[in-house]
């Protein structure tokens, strides 16, 4: 029987709301990658108040890098806009420039596109280095907070994930997830780490860019779940790649 996993968030954060959730599954979603440790704890213990059997998955923080707006920031058609990571050359000094939350993946030249908010606003590639990229708008649109960028066919760095994961789980530890999702998984050698390091929880590798795609076969065989994240895949690898991606991975 199919199972539904839920996910709560700030709309359904009160013990009203994740009452009646749990009425229609014991499995509940929260998500490390948006706010603090304080809501995710308070959450949890919500949840096992109302159902102390309920299996929790706490959603780790990936690789991939967000935008580090606060505020909605608007978006001409054509404007050219740079995103960086910690800095960027200053003769890019008049460019709109916004900030990024983690370091930009390994580009390729071939790359002609790059997107904002899982594929949802498009720029054309005009120039990157390893911590900027460089981009022209395709449409009219307001940046949200916080919006993840994605870069076709790029792969990210395997030390930096290793950091995140690892930082992130001795944080959160006392929120005694019974599962843990690990975002942005590109091979196996991190999943046998974390199972040594972390038995108790079950693995749920998300196959969110074209590594972890390519890699499938190794990552399954290390893995207790895997989760299909359509957002970030179908920006990875193209919408009229992500139906054959699915299929493959299943």
């Known amino acids: 029987m199919s199972k539904i996993l839920p996910t709560i968030g700030p709309v359904t954060q009160e013990l009203k709301s994740i009452k009646k959730i749990l009425k229609f599954s014991d499995l509940i979603r929260i998500n490390g990658s948006h706010a603090n440790l304080k809501w995710h704890t308070e959450i949890s213990k ?19 890098p967000r935008t580090n707006n606060q505020e909605d920031i608007v978006i001409k058609k054509g404007e050219k806009v740079i995103f960086y990571y910690k800095t960027f050359d200053k003769s890019f000094e008049k460019i709109k420039s916004i900030e990024l939350t983690n370091p930009l993946p390994k580009i390729t030249k071939t790359n002609k596109i790059f997107t904002l908010s899982d ?3 498009q720029f054309s590639l005009m120039s990157f280095s390893n911590n900027y990229i460089l981009g022209k708008s395709l449409e ?3 940046l949200k907070p916080k919006k993840g960028l994605n870069v076709p066919y790029s792969e990210y760095s395997e030390k930096e994930q290793k950091k995140i994961y690892l ?13 843990i999702g690990l975002s942005f998984i590109q091979n196996d050698n991190i999943l046998k780490l974390i199972r040594k390091k972390y038995p108790q929880y079950v693995l749920v590798s998300k196959i969110e860019n074209f590594i972890g795609l390519k890699n499938i076969e190794k990552i399954s065989k290390s893995s ?13 690898i193209g919408e009229k790649n992500l139906y054959q991606a699915i299929i493959n991975i299943s």
């Not at 779940?225 to 179908?234: A, E, F, T």
């Open 46 to 64: 919500k949840v096992r108040q109302i159902n102390k059997n309920a299996k929790i998955l706490l959603d780790v923080p990936g690789i991939k």
């Open 119 to 121: 594929g949802q606003y």
């Open 140 to 142: 009219n649109f307001i």
């Open 167 to 179: 930082n992130f789980l001795k944080k959160f530890s006392q929120i005694k997830a019974n599962s």
């Open 224 to 236: 207790d779940v895997i989760m299909i994240d359509r957002g970030d895949l179908s920006a990875e």
